[in-house]
């Protein structure tokens, strides 16, 4: 039965056109290459959908798979790719510096790293201005964590339960998402703390979040108060009386939970949750790796959309648009705490990826990628609450800019979380239809869509017609 809904998977949406003709596929066929995928490649490296995508090309919002299929691409490689797949810009500088000159270490100057350094701190605002160049968002976590910990010379670190801030034995503390988790001893010295969320959470209204789309929740709050705000306030400093020293090292978080399904807080939370953090001795972390560089549309970084200043900020993903980098942007003094000894990081600031960095950073300026994010965002989080308002197993519609969460339930008063087989073959059918999206939440329950930032409104035309088929499709098959 499952077998004819697959094959019957059509669609009135027409996909808008593209002119980029792929490269004819010319490697393994597609059975050789799953079986070595299986032989050897590490099993956990598990991957999205029944049948396999085998992609060979991608241009821009596009990627193309071994028999020249096209997709939407509304995952972007995890939210990595920013400006879109093999942009042009991004491509010939690195092709340039390829040719040039790949890798010294720093412990020479070469021309990139410097110029790339002032570039970027040129984004942020005093006193975030000195940078240290890692390859990965986890690393770049584990060494925000080090640092906290060595300039506060305190130990305990708090984060949101939900929140995922990397997989290394470092950073697997600080995240909180139970997957990720594996049976050796991790956390010491992190402490969780309740996560505002003001859809799944016990607290939550119609006003509560910085998103174009509120929950469906009824608010009882007076004129100027925000009653799920304080409730939150009130469970974090529960954690800083009972979980934790009374003096901190830290506590980080995310702008916007993004493995957690784009879970956005009380609009005030995180401000009174940095003064808290800071009256105890402790630096405030922000990981920017999935809401950094535009993203949210409204701002350039996710933090500047609390009204907050943190005192660390990580970042890797779209920092490079799939190019291997990231980065711990602070304080001289905080910085000034590693110094004290070494530390080295091999290929942290490399000519190659100090070029791409650049080339993304002139990228979203250029194609106004940060105002794009904000028009198609907006569109595309409106259209996605007419569904909301038309079908009771979209429970959620969330986020700002081109981060965006649809979170799939039973039905909108329980809140539970729909079926995995079902949220399955509303997933299936969508990538069936030419539309690419992630998952996310603490029971997979939610769709994420984080696309790289140069998508269209009629892209989005198309992406949410599909979505529609398919949730029209799965009321068809429960009936």
């Not at 940095?274 to 001795?281: A, F, K, P, Q």
Request: hydrophobic residues 35%; charged residues 20%.
């Amino acid at each position: 039965r499952q077998q004819k809904w697959k094959s019957s998977v059509s669609t009135q949406a027409k996909m808008p056109p593209c002119d980029f003709v792929p490269e004819k596929y010319e490697s393994y066929p597609y059975e050789r290459m799953k079986k070595i995928r299986e032989q050897n490649v590490s099993p956990s490296l598990r991957m999205y959908y029944k049948k396999p995508l085998l992609l060979h090309q991608g241009h821009m919002q596009w990627l193309f798979d071994y028999k020249g299929q096209r997709y939407l691409d509304l995952f972007a490689g995890i939210v990595t790719v920013s400006v879109g797949h093999c942009h042009p810009k991004v491509t010939m500088a690195t092709q340039k510096q390829l040719a040039r000159l790949w890798h010294t270490t720093n412990i020479y100057m070469h021309p990139s790293i410097q110029e790339y350094a002032e570039k970027l701190t040129s984004l942020l605002p005093d006193p975030l201005k000195v940078v240290y160049l890692t390859n990965s968002g986890s690393e770049a976590n584990d060494l925000a964590m080090f640092m906290a910990r060595l300039y506060t010379r305190n130990f305990d670190i708090i984060s949101f339960r939900g929140a995922y801030h990397g997989g290394s034995p470092y950073a697997l503390g600080l995240t909180s998402i139970g997957l990720y988790k594996h049976g050796v001893a991790n956390g010491f010295g992190c402490s969780t703390t309740m996560l505002p969320d003001v859809f799944r959470g016990p607290w939550g209204g119609s006003y509560c979040r910085d998103s174009p789309v509120q929950t469906v929740r009824k608010c009882s709050c007076l004129e100027g108060v925000c009653h799920a705000n304080d409730q939150y306030v009130e469970q974090f400093k529960d954690t800083l009386n009972t979980s934790v020293p009374k003096t901190l090292a830290g506590f980080i978080a995310e702008p916007i939970q993004g493995v957690n399904g784009a879970v956005q807080y009380p609009r005030s939370f995180l401000k009174e949750a940095y003064r808290l953090v800071r009256e105890r001795g402790g630096v405030c972390i922000s990981d920017e790796v999935q809401t950094g560089f535009g993203r949210t549309g409204s701002h350039f970084w996710g933090f500047q959309t609390h009204d907050i200043v943190p005192d660390i900020v990580t970042l890797a993903k779209g920092i490079g648009n799939g190019f291997p980098m990231a980065a711990v942007v602070t304080t001289k003094e905080i910085a000034s705490s590693l110094a004290q000894n070494l530390h080295f990081n091999t290929f942290g600031g490399s000519p190659l990826a100090c070029v791409v960095g650049a080339a993304v950073l002139d990228a979203i300026e250029e194609d106004g990628l940060q105002k794009n994010s904000e028009d198609v965002g907006t569109y595309m989080l409106l259209e996605l609450a007419k569904l909301r308002d038309k079908f009771e197993i979209v429970g959620d519609v969330r986020g700002k800019g081109l981060m965006i969460g649809v979170e799939m339930v039973t039905d909108k008063d329980s809140r539970h979380p729909l079926p995995a087989e079902e949220i399955n073959q509303i997933w299936e059918d969508c990538k069936d239809m030419g539309v690419l999206i992630g998952r996310g939440g603490l029971y997979s329950q939610t769709f994420r869509i984080k696309p790289p930032m140069c998508i269209t409104k009629k892209d989005v035309d198309f992406a949410v017609e599909v979505f529609h088929s398919a949730l029209q499709r799965h009321m068809e098959r429960a009936a």
